[in-house]
């Protein structure tokens, strides 16, 4: 399939790739770096009863989890949903849990899974029947579709300006690669993050991946990690075949996307690796021609801060992405934005992934400010700044990616790039074929 360009295509394409080179000629002279801002505390101010720290996400085909929160344990996990306002002609039953971490005891956590509903339709739900009514808004069934992506979101006034320029927006699905909270063991912080994401996340489906502020282990009596993360955040991973919450995949609009964890086993004898393998050979890029990756420590990374420490994660699993023809590669953790070409064993390679770092959704710990110098000439551009980014696929071929620097009342454009899918690319599919069956040769 061939895209066929106008001729305004043709003169946006021309103006934008001269406007990026003034943009990556004059950023670092243009523009004063920001500071980190204070932290944003949002208080319980509801009754009991009354769900909070709603979230919506993706729970399969045609299907979509509604989680909340109650303090009352009695409350019900029920949810009453409708195309109409007030007007509610379906019920789910779902699950709760609950968790103690210390002296600190969650509130009762709902996870009901509703469905099935039609595309690019806005229901009306109620979450236990109390409280206010909501609404969200299910993805298309077909192309284009929209993700905003951001990573590291804290809940400072930066994350605030970050969910602000987002919503500003239109967008389907809403990515994360890791760090959403940073309670950090403070509990009371989880739920605060949960109130202040709640007019965003209840919108439209959240899909996250957990990252090292995540982890919350203490020795001999917390182990294992993740307690907060794994009750509050519950991800579709047994729908993807995953045994953990950790990692897992799931399809949207003709997009395969996985979430993988930087913070659990990932060598070649870990249930993450063999999963991540059956998941890739299960592919059809027929069906799902984008194949989009999420994680949280990057594999490719000329910032200073946290250098190498997605290097064993990479060296393990890298290949399996590179022969999948994987397009793109979020990360986080680095508190800055950095677009690497397309990456294959630290070279250039057309058949690579693009490999983005988006770790600057507005952390209480401030930018990474320092990058090596000379620049890496796989890193394409890179700036210290708060963000967010947007991906939107236009059709099973090509997408644009852009990234939004945070200003005070506006979101700036300062990154932008046209993909073209690698299962378009005749090259790098019979090249992959090619060392398939090389490969089966040796064996």
Not at 255 to 276: A, N, P, R, V
Request: charged share 20%; hydrophobic share 35%.
């Amino acid at each position: 399939m061939k895209i066929q360009f106008s001729s305004n295509l043709v003169l946006y394409l021309f103006v934008t790739f001269f406007h990026l080179q003034l943009i990556q000629l004059h950023a670092s002279t243009e523009y004063t770096r920001p500071s980190p801002r204070q932290l944003i505390s949002r208080a319980h101010n509801r009754s009991d009863s009354e769900p909070q720290q709603v979230h919506v996400s993706l729970a399969g085909k045609d299907y979509m989890r509604v989680s909340w929160i109650t303090s009352d344990k009695e409350v019900k996990s029920i949810v009453k949903y409708g195309k109409s306002p007030g007007k509610y002609v379906s019920s789910a039953t779902g699950e709760s849990t609950s968790y103690h971490y210390f002296f600190y005891s969650s509130g009762k956590i709902h996870h009901v899974k509703i469905g099935p509903l039609d595309p690019s339709t806005t229901y009306y739900y109620r979450c236990s029947g109390a409280g206010s009514e909501f609404s969200f808004r299910t993805p298309p069934s077909t192309f284009p579709i929209e993700f905003a992506v951001a990573g590291d979101l804290g809940q400072t006034e930066w994350t605030a300006s970050t969910l602000g320029h987002v919503r500003a927006k239109d967008y389907d699905v809403f990515l994360l690669p890791g760090d959403l909270s940073y309670a950090d063991t403070q509990q009371p912080l989880w739920d605060s993050f949960g109130r202040l994401v709640e007019p965003y996340a209840s919108t439209r489906p959240w899909m996250v991946t957990e990252g090292n502020h995540e982890i919350e282990t203490f020795p001999i009596i917390y182990p294992h990690g993740f307690r907060a993360y794994n009750a509050r955040w519950l991800m579709p991973y047994q729908e993807s075949g995953s045994k953990s919450n950790l990692y897992y995949s799931f399809d949207v609009v003709g997009t395969h996307i996985i979430m993988l964890g930087s913070y659990t086993d990932f060598d070649s004898k870990s249930d993450q690796y063999k999963w991540l393998q059956a998941d890739l050979a299960n592919v059809d890029r027929k069906k799902t021609p984008w194949v989009v990756v999420l994680l949280h420590a990057p594999w490719y990374n000329s910032n200073q801060a946290h250098q190498g420490e997605g290097e064993s994660m990479r060296q393990a699993m890298e290949e399996m992405l590179y022969m999948a023809r994987v397009d793109i590669v979020f990360a986080g953790h680095v508190h800055a934005y950095e677009r690497f070409t397309r990456v294959y064993d630290n070279n250039a390679d057309p058949c690579g992934p693009v490999y983005i770092t988006i770790g600057d959704g507005g952390n209480r710990e401030g930018l990474a400010m320092n990058f090596e110098n000379p620049s890496p000439s796989i890193s394409i551009y890179r700036e210290p700044s708060f963000g967010h980014g947007r991906l939107r696929l236009y059709n099973n071929t090509h997408g644009q990616w852009s990234w939004h620097r945070n200003n005070e009342t506006d979101a700036i454009i300062s990154d932008e790039l046209w993909l073209e899918s690698l299962s378009s690319s005749t090259l790098c599919n019979q090249a992959a074929i090619s060392s398939k069956s090389h490969n089966n040769d040796e064996l």
